[in-house]
């Protein structure tokens, strides 16, 4: 009874309130009338009997589209160029970018004051009909974490550190323990709360563990950390809801795809996080405002509508973002990266806060967001967000480095943490009464903030003292957090945190149960849509790859071509067999440049998928279809130039087989790699990965090493290699067409291949200053350089040692896939070096040398590609400054390499020269020592080469592969010089793999003269002979082939300094 009373006096309440309002307006207009002529009056009233219509129409509207319709005010101009009101109904998910542009600037033309002015509209409209908002209150108690760290050295990661990490690792796994490690403790016995409708800020001097605490509260700990104590939302623990969707951690680090501009980045980030609880709360509020006969003002309306409704690709909650952070003047920037030009680091900074604040998350912890802003700039973002908190009742803890005066006013609470202990948590105005309690005060010109960060400190903390009546001594931080539990603001605090939060009373909109909160329909879509916009902004990417794939196909075709080659017996179908299995392997090493564009895009990914953006699926579902397309159109290219023109099987049907073959191939590669990128995260290790797998199903396809000769424990490689079903596949569907069938073909197993400045205010003293003395000298710097260029050499020489010494990510990575490599092909063919009874045995050994030798090599350089890009950013910086010039940058860098070549050609020689069982001479033994050094040298130097004249190591992987393909066809083995087309035996004398099989074929076999059957011959030839008739390897020729090596070598060193010098890709 009583609550209908009480609701029966609210409805007279706002009767009576309506009333009054509308004679208060007409007592305005009345006033209004003694000034104005009554054709303004006429006017106004037309004006308010047109909305009043809309209004009308709108709520005869059914509910669907009643809040999907509202009325836009915009205005007009008249014949007699008068501004003219006037009011549409127009659909708010049909808003245009000129609509909603001059919505946003109409109703935020100054963004801190008209954001102030506009969300008291927007809360007077929630409280007129009595609707209570969500809020979450966060406690944590007790909170400890916790951390094993190494002592000492031991934590600095160099090669040989991350060697034993990784073998105290794997002995973990059997219960031994033998690494020293201590327990660093972050956050110690933390409590407090952070209170909705109150802006926190989390103030603390470096180290002292802010990063940890906002992380803890987000749900976002490493889970590697020792984590104790109790985290709750409104009562509810961490595990009873997702804190991901509930709150949002905006961290220091800015990681955003560099291709996309800043609306794209805050449109995207808004159609995945969805519009949360807007529209139930838009529908609960249309229904009581039509039932108290309520107008809602049309700004407001159009505002709640425009950004409560899912599935629209650009919202205006985008614009509002943009506009309050100050970002509409760079809104269709792109964001770039290290490479790429695009916005300053401050604005890339608030799109990291943009991109959070943009959903309906009203729970955030803000890490260090004012980095690389000015203080008038973090002011304005701050006082936004203080009327958000205020108005809206959202919780924010926002840590911020050194605020000004007037951004430290803004907050209500402070937190000031210390070498992980709470010592103050409470008001603003009560923080200086909590230290002058204790003896300190801060000085009247010091900045509250500044005093916070020092006081605590050993070195800083005597200056403030004033207990003049007793000698200082340090008071640690455990002192004050002990004190503090003793003032009266950690009294009040530890009163309410002994109380528990009532969970019911608790909103049921406050917390979020589901993990993905917009359907997987809508988060498809979105992924799609920024998949296709990447690929059109990447366009070069795949172009650059067409046009390899053309001239690749183009060369494959004039090798083989159909005029010169014959089916006529088994040595003409073995060079079919060389095309097709070259065609193959072209097309999977088309599939590497996929490796460097997933890993591009992990981080991104890593942080949407933490954040639950959307499933990981939602994103590789598109990467993946969206390619078909452009896989499809290369493998038209390269079926239409390659296939009739060498002269395959002239039926339709078997050119539609090889067709949807390669193009299988090419999805099969591109699975792979994508594969490998996802497992192994980083372009280096995925890049090494990826040569491995590589290795391992070329080595096991059948076409190296024929199945029944693979040993035993390596015969299951056979059977999950795909290229063993490609090839098979590829060639039964070429030799088995008709001209084939009648000829005895046998299939070949063939061998494959900061300074701060002060101011000076004495303008006497800046006069005197600028007047030389009589006699002086303008300044004169003798050279451009503060060293000589070997001075910069040996400086740039122990950079680069400390640089390599601690990335084990690079060079342990490289040693281990040599290790595994070497180990590979020893297992493989184990001791085959003693199998010289025919031209098959002889092939098998030749083909597991160079296979191995040319993968060890590819993998030397794709894995130095990502390193010395690096490199070459901070090059371009320092060089700027003037500390060095190019060439002795170079000259170390090339240098550099030589020792780690070194060791890693020492063990693979070996292991492989072991296991094989080559001959046990010393000549050879070190030939063949010497051929590999300058190999795995001269690839190395030539991945270094593709990325000093190529803009990023993405252009450079797939540049490198095209070369990749070339090297293969022109190695001597697909097609033997002396069956090479005389019009291209010249690329066979430049091709560096050439050389380095003709040395490793020469050194083993090149004295042999043991004999050995070889079909369709009637008499056994010697060995040295075979080689010198069917390959063209000249026994004598090993001078000219090891200068040629160590000339490769100095070329492709000598061309990464030229272009290091010369060329500048940094468009910034």
């Excluded at 300058?934 to 490198?960: D, K």
């Excluded at 082939?1041 to 300094?1057: D, P, S």
């Amino acid at each position: 009874m009583d609550d209908k009373m009480r609701a029966s006096r609210r409805q007279t309440s706002r009767s009576m309130s309506r009333s009054i309002g509308r004679s208060l307006s007409r007592a305005n207009w009345n006033v209004e009338d003694v000034f104005s002529g009554s054709t303004n009056r006429r006017s106004a009233r037309a004006e308010e009997d047109e909305e009043a219509l809309r209004w009308a129409a709108l709520e005869k509207l059914p509910t669907y589209d009643r809040l999907r319709k509202t009325v836009l005010k915009s205005f007009e101009e008249t014949a007699n160029q008068a501004s003219k009101v006037v009011h549409k109904e127009v659909d708010v998910r049909k808003l245009d970018m000129n609509d909603r542009q001059e919505f946003i600037d109409r109703l935020f033309k100054v963004a801190e004051e008209d954001n102030e002015k506009f969300l008291r509209k927007f809360r007077n409209r929630i409280d007129r009909v009595g609707i209570t908002l969500p809020t979450v209150e966060v406690r944590y108690e007790h909170l400890t974490v916790e951390a094993d760290c190494f002592v000492g050295d031991r934590a600095l990661p160099t090669l040989p550190n991350a060697a034993r990490n990784i073998v105290e690792t794997a002995l973990t796994c059997f219960g031994i323990r033998l690494a020293e490690k201590t327990k660093l403790t972050i956050l110690k016995d933390a409590s407090g709360i952070i209170k909705p409708s109150r802006m926190t800020l989390l103030l603390g001097p470096p180290s002292s563990g802010k990063t940890t605490l906002l992380l803890a509260l987000a749900g976002k700990l490493d889970p590697t950390l020792k984590t104790r104590g109790e985290i709750t939302y409104n009562g509810h623990q961490l595990n009873e809801f997702v804190p991901q969707k509930t709150s949002a951690y905006i961290s220091q680090n800015d990681i955003h795809v560099g291709e996309m501009t800043v609306k794209e980045t805050l449109d995207f980030s808004a159609r995945c996080q969805g519009v949360g609880s807007r529209y139930e709360l838009l529908t609960e509020l249309a229904k009581r405002e039509r039932d108290a006969g309520i107008f809602p003002e049309a700004e407001v309306d159009l505002f709640m509508k425009a950004t409560a409704i899912e599935g629209v690709e650009s919202s205006l909650i985008t614009d509002y973002t943009l506009r309050i952070l100050g970002l509409d003047m760079c809104r269709d920037t792109i964001v770039g990266d290290e490479m790429i030009r695009g916005i300053s680091g401050g604005q890339k900074k608030r799109v990291t806060t943009g991109e959070m604040i943009v959903g309906p998350t009203k729970t955030l912890f803000m890490d260090e967001i004012s980095t690389g802003l000015d203080s008038s700039t973090t002011f304005q973002i701050v006082k936004c967000l203080q009327q958000i908190v205020h108005l809206t009742e959202a919780t924010v803890l926002m840590s911020l480095l050194q605020p000004a005066p007037e951004t430290f006013e803004l907050f209500d609470d402070i937190i000031l943490l210390s070498e992980g202990q709470i010592v103050y948590q409470g008001p603003r105005e009560h923080v200086l009464e909590f230290f002058e309690s204790c003896g300190f005060k801060c000085p009247e010109r010091k900045g509250t903030a500044d005093f916070l960060q020092e006081v605590t400190s050993r070195k800083d903390q005597e200056q403030y003292w004033t207990d003049r009546s007793k000698p200082y001594t340090y008071i640690p931080v455990s002192e004050f957090a002990k004190r503090f539990k003793h003032f009266h603001v950690g009294l009040r605090l530890e009163n309410e945190l002994s109380v528990p939060y009532d969970k019911s009373r608790s909103h049921k909109a406050a917390l979020v149960f589901k993990k993905y909160s917009v359907p997987t329909r809508e988060l498809l879509k979105a992924n799609f849509d920024k998949e296709w916009l990447l690929i059109k902004r990447n366009s070069f990417v795949y172009v650059f790859k067409t046009v390899q794939i053309i001239i690749v196909a183009i060369i494959t075709s004039t090798v083989f071509l159909r005029t010169e080659l014959h089916t006529r017996n088994e040595n003409d179908g073995a060079v079919y067999i060389g095309a097709l299995l070259f065609s193959m392997i072209c097309n999977t090493f088309n599939g590497f440049s996929e490796l460097s564009l997933a890993i591009q895009r992990l981080p991104v990914f890593y942080k949407q998928r933490d954040l639950l953006f959307h499933p990981p699926w939602a994103f590789t579902l598109p990467t993946i279809l969206l390619k078909i397309p452009i896989s499809i159109f290369e493998t038209i290219v390269w079926m239409v130039i390659a296939y009739y023109t060498i002269g395959f099987a002239p039926e339709a049907s078997r050119f539609f087989k090889q067709l949807l073959l390669i193009f299988v191939i090419q999805q099969m590669a591109g699975g792979i790699f994508r594969f490998t990128a996802a497992i192994c995260r980083t372009m280096i290790i995925s890049n090494t990965g990826g040569a491995l797998t590589l290795l391992l199903v070329f080595l096991l396809g059948g076409f190296i090493l024929p199945r029944e000769k693979i040993p035993v424990w390596w015969r299951w490689g056979y059977w999950v290699s795909p290229l063993s079903y490609g090839y098979n596949a590829i060639a039964v569907n070429e030799m088995f067409a008709p001209r084939w069938m009648n000829k005895m073909v046998k299939f070949y197993t063939f061998p494959s291949t900061f300074v701060s400045f002060g101011l000076l205010r004495n303008k006497a003293l800046v006069k005197e200053l600028s007047t030389p003395p009589p006699g002086a000298k303008d300044l004169y710097f003798p050279t451009q350089y503060s060293q000589a260029t070997w001075g910069q050499f040996k400086s740039c020489l122990w950079k680069q040692w400390w640089t390599y010494w601690r990335t084990p990510d690079y060079n342990l990575v490289r040693y281990f896939f040599t290790l595994a490599c070497a180990l590979m092909v020893g297992t493989i063919f184990w001791r085959v070096g003693t199998k010289r009874e025919s031209s098959a045995d002889l092939l098998t050994i030749i083909g597991a040398m160079y296979t191995s030798v040319l993968f060890v090599g590819i993998n030397n350089c794709s894995t130095v590609q990502p390193i010395v890009a690096i490199e070459r950013t901070v090059f371009y910086r320092e060089r700027a400054a003037g500390m060095y010039s190019a060439l002795p940058y170079a000259i170390a860098q090339v240098i550099v390499e030589i020792p780690y070549v070194l060791v890693q050609t020492t063990y693979y020689t070996l292991i492989v020269y072991a296991m094989v069982s080559f001959q046990w001479t010393a000549a050879k033994f070190f030939w063949f020592f010497f051929v590999n050094f300058f190999s795995f040298l001269y690839f190395t130097y030539y991945g270094m080469m593709t990325v000093s004249i190529t803009p990023n190591h993405q252009v450079a992987a797939i540049f490198a592969a095209a070369f990749y393909a070339l090297f293969n066809l022109f190695s001597g083995f697909f097609i033997p010089r002396p069956s090479i087309p005389k019009w291209w035996v010249w690329y066979y004398w430049i091709c560096p793999v050439a050389w380095t099989v003709y040395g490793l074929i020469i050194g083993q076999y090149g004295d042999m003269e043991e004999t050995i059957t070889v079909p369709g011959m009637s008499s056994a030839p010697m060995i040295k002979n075979y080689i010198q008739d069917h390959f063209g390897y000249d026994p004598n020729f090993k001078g000219p082939v090891a200068a040629v090596l160590v000339g490769f070598t100095v070329f492709f060193a000598f061309l990464f300094a030229y272009c290091i010098k010369k060329l500048n890709f940094q468009m910034r």
